[in-house]
């Protein structure tokens, strides 16, 4: 019997797949993959011989179906799921089933869309002075969300926010940030479709016209928004390479200077010592 290996594909391109993950593709003699999410091009890593199922038309049942009897006959087989599978992968389920019939699983990362999105717009969640803290979440839609989650809540830190599988509900969205009190109407925001995908498209906006914005450009799936202060350009340098600042791999002028007067101070008192 055969692990199952659960692959992150990545966010679009198909060179933004792991190197480990390209190499389970390669050797695989069957891949269960999520054809409505990832980038098609990425089977091409595929040997000519693999058995290939597309997982956009199959239940749980049917899924574990497959993948526990090409296991039990010893194939080579992938789960291939989009992004990263540890983030609305919906992998727990399929691995804890997989377990009940005694077939192991295990997991290659990959990288998620609030990633590549970040990429895409050359930005940084965790500035200096900005925001050291990032919300990964969505807006309750069909599927609903904790009570202790909801995206009003959240939001209210006013900390850099990722938001998934919500830009069909632009309004809503924009409600729920705005009443929250984290963020006001004029505090940036953004729209990245299809983040590194060949049709990418990008758009800079604020809190107060995330519903317009998504409306004029017809974008209501396959879109992170991102909100927060650090899209800004406002923000504190870093401590790590600031030239005052001591690691563990250098002595930064602050304390070289600091033992150069220390040890002037030396000097001039064992003068005075033997004077």
Known sequence: MSTVHFVGAGCGAPDLITVRGMRLLQEADVIV???SLINPEIL?????GCEMYDSAYLHLE???EILSKAAEKGKMTVRLHTGDPSIY???REQID???ELGIESDVCPGVSSFQGAAASMNMEYTLPDVSQTVILTRLEGRTPVPEREKLRDLAAHGASMAVFLSASMGERLQDELLKSGGYGPGDPCAVVYRATWP???KFVTTVGNLAKTLKENDIRKTAMILVGKFLGTEYGLSKLYDRMFSTGFRKGAGETQEAE???GRKTEEGREGTE
């Not at 091409?44 to 000519?48: E, H, L, N, R, V």
């Open 33 to 35: 993959y999520a054809g």
């Open 97 to 99: 089933r997989l377990a």
């Open 62 to 64: 049917q899924v574990i």
């Open 44 to 48: 091409s890593y595929a040997s000519s």
């Open 199 to 201: 049709d990418e498209r």
């Open 261 to 263: 007067k220390t040890d």
């Open 89 to 91: 992968g919906a992998i």
